[in-house]
């Protein structure tokens, strides 16, 4: 999936020096629990282990909080599958909305119980509402199926005994605003929140931008300066609230490193801090264990098999809606339970829409078809692009452009070596795009690569399709895309033959001590490699369904 540009703070400055009446709730747990669950997910101690690691990172005499993400209405009384926020799931295992997870730096004693380290609330047992919804693993399922040393019903939240008072630091890395307030629950998400607002007093002004701006002015303001100041500058002229303040003007003002060194040790002291939770889940996440590479490494050979039997199934009279369909079969068929995000089958013109999912033209006839689709599996999700002539061969002219990309993303996987920036990939790919546009005399000067190739070709991958991660040199356990593209839609100034082209190869690429390796190498790259497979039988060849008259 092509990389957007990076919304936290910090990014762009990164972006810039490398360029650029029922009782049921709708929400279902997304696995089953118990003994029927499958046995490859990862372990209680996998989580129990992520969470200290998180406490070893905590500031002195601080508390931090992660919420269950929301339920999300799909339309009336009918909910969005649900999907647990990744950093909780991370932490703990728990797959259930309206939940919270307490960590505390130093052993507290909450109502009576000495040395509580972590306490999660989670959604109550009730099995009226169960036969609706099924299973809810409750307080004493969290604690013997989860391991956590202390859980209670989310009811008990706002009773719990957690002193807020005492701690010098209170630390999360999102506080969910967009939240329905469900009316016959009164210990929702939404209520969660509002209580835990009301408990730790975060005043109702509390901006965490302005938590991840100081960070970004700790990080970057000397190393980085000539990139920052400018960012910083046209952010003030964007917005007042930045404008005025008193520690973003003293950053600017500074006009020597030494100056800005002083600036930047004047960070106003905050007990509510919303970055640095951000920060050091970033580090973790961003660093697979074996236990996530294996889960990432099945992801990824499904979504392989994938194109490769989508190559062999395609014809011209078929849809991009029809080609989604089969991609997402072999999904479940190995049992990868969802998607990882939305799959992108473009043919034409739709394939120069970078995050096209609508997937609704009738036949993809012979234009290219580009195919950005990843299975998530249990929580890990793939990311894998392929870019197929329907009919079997590519024409000229698509042949030429398909080319470049290819040569471009082998110069990124050269790129991919631990200690490597982690923009080397997106430099070594943009050089090879911009020298084979400009043979082709389809741009004049190289800075116009970024007409037809306007996306970063670097993520990382995880829990997230964009997933967490520092942004900084890469190191062994780091799972990335290798994704370059060009797209050339209808219209562009350049010869009519190049109209309608868009070409995106992506593959997924594991940090090693000695390099890298392709996870996702079993779906054909090369021209000849993808012309040969489609002439081969698909097994889904025989699948006929009757006609609907």
């Excluded at 294996?294 to 991009?320: C, F, H, N, W, Y």
């Excluded at 964009?466 to 593209?485: C, F, K, M, S, W």
């Amino acid at each position: 999936m092509s990389t957007p540009s990076l919304s936290r703070a910090f990014r762009p400055v990164l972006l810039l020096a490398a360029a650029l009446l029922t009782l049921a709730p709708a929400a279902q747990a997304q696995h089953t629990v118990g003994p029927d669950h499958p046995a490859d997910q990862l372990a209680p101690s996998f989580h129990k282990q992520r969470r200290e690691l998180v406490r070893q990172a905590l500031p002195a005499g601080s508390a931090a909080v992660v919420f269950a993400a929301p339920v999300r209405n799909r339309a009336n009384d009918v909910d969005f599958v649900y999907h647990q926020n990744p950093d909780l799931y991370y932490l703990t295992g728990y797959q259930e909305p309206n939940s919270l997870l307490v960590l505390f730096k130093e052993p507290q004693t909450v109502n009576g119980q000495p040395g509580v380290t972590e306490m999660l609330f989670v959604d109550p047992r009730n099995p009226q509402r169960e036969q609706w919804t099924g299973h809810r693993l409750g307080a004493e399922g969290a604690k013997q199926q989860l391991g956590l040393q202390f859980a209670a019903d989310n009811n008990a939240f706002v009773t719990s005994g957690i002193k807020w008072y005492d701690f010098k630091t209170v630390l999360f890395a999102e506080l969910p605003a967009d939240v329905r307030d469900d009316d016959r629950d009164p210990s929702d998400l939404f209520n969660l929140v509002a209580s835990f607002r009301q408990q730790a007093a975060v005043p109702t002004d509390f901006n965490p931008q302005q938590a991840e701006l100081y960070t970004t002015i700790q990080r970057y303001g000397v190393a980085n300066a000539a990139n920052l100041r400018p960012y910083l500058e046209n952010l003030t002229k964007q917005n007042p609230g930045v404008a005025q303040d008193a520690y973003v003007q003293a950053y600017l003002k500074a006009t020597t490193d030494a100056d800005r060194q002083k600036a930047i040790a004047n960070r106003p002291v905050a007990r509510f801090d919303a970055s640095t939770l951000n920060d050091v889940l970033g580090d973790l996440r961003a660093v697979k264990t074996p236990e996530e590479i294996a889960l990432l490494r099945r992801a990824v050979r499904i979504s392989a098999v994938g194109q490769q039997e989508v190559m062999k199934a395609t014809r011209p009279d078929m849809g991009e809606m029809e080609l989604q369909g089969l991609h997402e079969y072999v999904y479940k068929k190995y049992g990868a339970e969802f998607e990882g995000y939305p799959s992108i089958v473009g043919a034409g013109n739709n394939a120069c829409v970078l995050h096209y999912i609508t997937n609704d033209k009738p036949q993809v006839k012979n234009d290219l078809l580009l195919m950005d689709c990843g299975a998530e599996y249990h929580g890990y999700t793939a990311d894998v692009t392929r870019t197929i002539p329907p009919s079997g061969k590519f024409s000229p002219a698509q042949r030429q452009i398909y080319d470049i990309v290819l040569a471009a993303q082998e110069a990124g996987f050269a790129a991919c070596k631990p200690g490597a920036e982690f923009q080397a990939p997106h430099k070594a790919a943009q050089k090879v795009i911009a020298d084979g546009l400009l043979k082709l005399g389809i741009i004049q000067k190289p800075e116009d690569v970024r007409t037809y190739f306007p996306h970063g070709t670097s993520h990382y991958l995880g829990l997230d399709v964009h997933d967490r991660g520092n942004y900084g040199p890469l190191q062994a356990g780091n799972v990335i895309t290798v994704e370059p593209g060009i797209y050339i839609p209808e219209g562009s100034p350049c010869d009519k033959k190049w109209w309608n082209i868009g070409v995106r190869i992506e593959d997924d690429v594991l940090i090693t001590s000695a390099g890298s390796e392709n996870l996702s190498r079993e779906a054909p790259r090369t021209v000849a490699e993808i012309e040969t497979l489609m002439a081969k039988p698909s097994a889904l060849d025989d699948f006929k369904l009757p006609v609907l008259r």
